[in-house]
Structures are given as C-alpha cells and as structure tokens.
C-alpha cells in the first residue's frame, strides 16, 4: 500500500515536472528569430559561393595542357 | 538477504520506460539495421545510466559505473567536444569530392538543402523554447550526428541527449523519411530527368588543395566552424594526399570505429529518466522530423528553380541529397532514379551534392554558433 502511494506520488511529481515546460505560442521569438534565418541562409550561399569559386578556378588551373615529353 | 534486494526499491518507473526506450534502440539497431554502430551502444548506455544506481552527484563516488560515464562525457564531449571531432577526422578520410570537383555547382543544392536548420530554429522560437535550444533543435536538420553534438554542446543546450537520439535516428530514417517527400514535391516527368555524367577528370592537385583552400575560406567567413571543418578537411587531406594510405585506412575504420562506439555510450549518459522522460522530448523529435522534411524541400525546390533558367535540366530529386546524410541520402535519390527509369543512373550526382551538403552542413552549424552565439552570450 505504502509502495503504491509512493509510486502514485512519483507519477504525480513525474508530472508536475513535464508539465513546467509550458507549450506556448510565441509569435514574438518567432519574428526575431527571422533575421537569423535570412542571414544564415544567405551567408551560407556565399560561402558555398566562394567554395564554388575557388573549385572552378582550381580545375581550370589544373586542367592546363602539360608539355608532353617527347620520347625520340 | 533483504540486503540483496534492497537496491530493487530504489527502482521507479521512469528508468524502466528508459530500459525500454534503449531495449528498442537495441532493437532497431540489429533488427532494421538502423545506424547500429551507434543506435546499439546508446541503448545499451540507456539502459546502464538507468539502473537503480546513486548518481555520483549524491554520492561523491569518484568510480562507479556513472562517474566512469560521466567522466567519458566530461572529456569526450564536454570539455572540448573531442569525440565528435575526432570522428569527423574519420569522416574526411571517407569521402571521395571528386563528384562535386568536377561538378562544382552542386554545391548550390548543398547550401539549399540546409533550410530545414534555420525554418526549424524558427518553429521552435516559436513553440516556446529559448534561442539557443531553438537553435540546438534545430542543427538536428545538419542531418549530420557530430555536427549536431557539437553545436548542442557549445551552445549548452539544455536538451542535448534529445538532440542526439533525434539527429541519430533520423539519420537512420532517411530511408523511410525522403522517399514520400521527394514524390511529393516532384512530377512523375521530372523524376524521369536523365543527367549526363560529365566524365572529367579532376588533377590531384586540386583534390590536394581543395581541403586546404575550403579550411581557410570557412575559417575566414565563419570561424565557429573551423573546428569542424579543419578536423573533416584534414582527414580528407590524409586521404587524397596520396602518401598516407596507412593513417587514411586507419581514420576510416580503426578511428572512426573507436570514436564511435564512445561516442554512443557516452551520449547515452545523458538518458537518465529525469532529464529524458519530458514533454519536450517529444517535441524535439517531432521538430527534427520538420528539419528533415524542409531540407528535402529545400533541396528540390533550388533545382526546380534552376530548371527554370538551365538548358540542361537537373533532376530534382538530386536536390534531397543534399541534406548531408552520408552516404543514405545520395542511395535513395540513386534507387528512386532506378525504380523510375532502370537506365537512369543519379549516383554520381547526388554522391556530388550529398557530399555538398555535408560541407555546408558544417558551415550551417558554424553559422548558427556565430549567429546565435553572439546573441545569447
């Protein structure tokens, strides 16, 4: 009997504890967290644009002809 | 002999909801094959942090089974997010950029597809969660486990052990996850796009410098990731080097495996029942989910819209790959390109752009540190 009021006690502060985090609505964080969406997004593209950058002026570098050596 | 059974009535029913939690993360590792190298030790970890044990905290006790675990999260991950970047040494040394040196734009969808990180950040602003949990949630989008530990770790998120199952899980679903989401967005006639293989060739030289030059430009333009980029970069350098077969071989499997299966048993040591067991852990894992899906979206749609501009069209479903899981997602858009048309061959496309969005996961996630950090501190 004790057992089953401790446990009905834990479920009880079990719950109490899940129940602290308060499912709410906050359109005022939404909104502010907007700005750090656009500029992650953006700093992403140019980085990536960099990156594209760099790989296309690495490939045209590395694609230049080599003198072949003639075996005679 | 009640001395035997006296640590039973320290048991309480929330460890046990947790030894079934790991008991199925054990499960889906052997059964469904899903990410076991990790998937098993952290439920195995689950279910060890959660027997009836006193925390060291109650007892002061330097050893045990929790303070040896505790002591493995202080130093692998804690102190200097150590175990996460030793990994990515492993990962570097496993991936093969050819497929996007030779096709460098690719890289477009890479950047595309990290949407998911920063629609998710703004979701969970607004389900009430603070900035930096907000963004911690939502680097589970990164789609990329050490990624997602170290950004959750550096910002001090308060929700870290659910991050990391969530990151993890869902790696291991993208299976289950992309398929519907790739019908979804796309035309039967689009996902019958073929794509030429281009043929080039890349010099070794420029898969010798591309690491180093990726390394300076992401320590120059977002420094918080120079960590997680330095570490992937060197390890990709060790590869294509070219005189470092041995230490190559041995990031990608001796390495790699050590790290990892640390890496699971201490990430577990943060599903002990009482910080796990919230309403919260729900929705972090129902936030996760949104960050997969929008990636995938974001992913497509670029290439939907490049189509509009291209001559040469680009199969849309490519675009998914870029969501970083590596190497799941590029076999996905492969198959689905397969069971479209038996003579539509996407591998080396989406290996281009999966391995694009791996490299812009990781500046997602130094963006996120520069962006958020910045803001919290």
């Known amino acids: 009997m004790e057992q089953t009021t ?16 308060e499912f709410a609505f906050t359109p005022d964080r939404f909104i502010d967290s907007l700005p750090i969406m656009g500029t992650g997004m953006l700093g992403i593209f140019v980085v990536m644009g960099i990156i594209i950058l760099c790989v296309t002026g690495l490939n045209s570098l590395g694609a230049r002809p080599k003198k072949e050596k003639k075996d005679k | ?13 929330q460890q046990v909801v947790m030894w079934i939690i790991g008991g199925l993360l054990i499960y889906l590792a052997i059964k469904k094959e ?32 929790r303070a040896v ?28 950029f050819e497929p996007v040196l030779t096709n460098p734009k690719l890289m477009i969808f ?3 597809a990290q949407f998911g990180i920063f629609f998710t950040l703004c979701l969970a602003s607004l389900f009430g969660f603070d900035l930096k949990d907000a963004a911690s949630i939502a680097i589970i989008g990164a789609a990329d486990g050490p990624t997602s530990i170290f950004v959750a770790n550096m910002l001090d998120s308060n929700y870290t052990a659910a991050i990391m199952v969530a990151a993890y899980s869902y790696m291991a679903l993208v299976p289950i996850v992309q398929p519907p989401i790739i019908k979804l967005c796309t035309t039967k006639k689009e996902r019958l796009i073929r794509m030429k293989n281009t043929g080039k060739k890349v010099s070794k030289t420029t898969k010798i410098l591309f690491p180093i030059v990726v390394t300076i430009i992401v320590g120059l333009v977002a420094p918080d990731a120079t960590a997680l980029i330095g570490f992937l970069m060197f390890g990709n350098l060790i590869r294509e080097c070219g005189v470092l077969n041995s230490l190559s071989d041995t990031a990608q499997n001796v390495l790699a495996n050590l790290i990892t299966i640390f890496l699971g048993f201490t990430i577990a ?20 989910l949104v960050a997969f899906v929008v990636d995938t979206f974001g ?22 790959a870029g969501i970083s899981a590596f190497p799941m997602s590029a076999r996905v858009v492969h198959k689905m390109g397969l069971a479209e048309d038996n003579q ?12 694009s969005g791996q490299v812009a996961s990781v500046i997602a996630g130094g963006l996120i540190l520069t962006l958020v950090g910045a803001l919290v501190k």
């Open chain 2, 110 to 112: 890479g950047a595309a």
């Open chain 2, 34 to 65: 899903m990410e076991p190298t990790l998937l098993l030790p952290m439920g195995f970890g689950a279910i060890l942090v959660n027997l009836p044990i006193p925390s060291p905290e109650v007892t002061g006790e330097v050893s045990g089974v």
């Open chain 2, 69 to 96: 675990i505790d002591f493995l999260f202080e130093i692998g991950i804690d102190s200097h997010e150590l175990f996460p970047l030793i990994l990515f040494i492993g990962i570097g040394a496993m991936i093969d």
């Open chain 2, 299 to 320: 992913g497509i749609m670029i290439a939907k819209l490049m189509n509009l501009f291209t001559k040469n069209k680009i199969n849309p479903m490519i675009g998914a």
């Open chain 1, 6 to 21: 401790q446990l009905a006690e834990q479920i009880i502060e079990a719950t109490e504890q899940a129940m602290q985090y």
């Open chain 2, 269 to 288: 040591s943060k599903m002990v029942a009482e910080d796990f067991l919230r309403f919260e852990t729900i929705l972090i894992m129902c936030l996760g």
């Open chain 2, 344 to 355: 539509n061959f996407l591998l080396m496309h989406s290996v281009g752009v999966n391995v």
């Open chain 2, 1 to 13: 002999m009640s001395a035997v059974f006296a640590n039973l009535f320290n048991l309480e029913w």
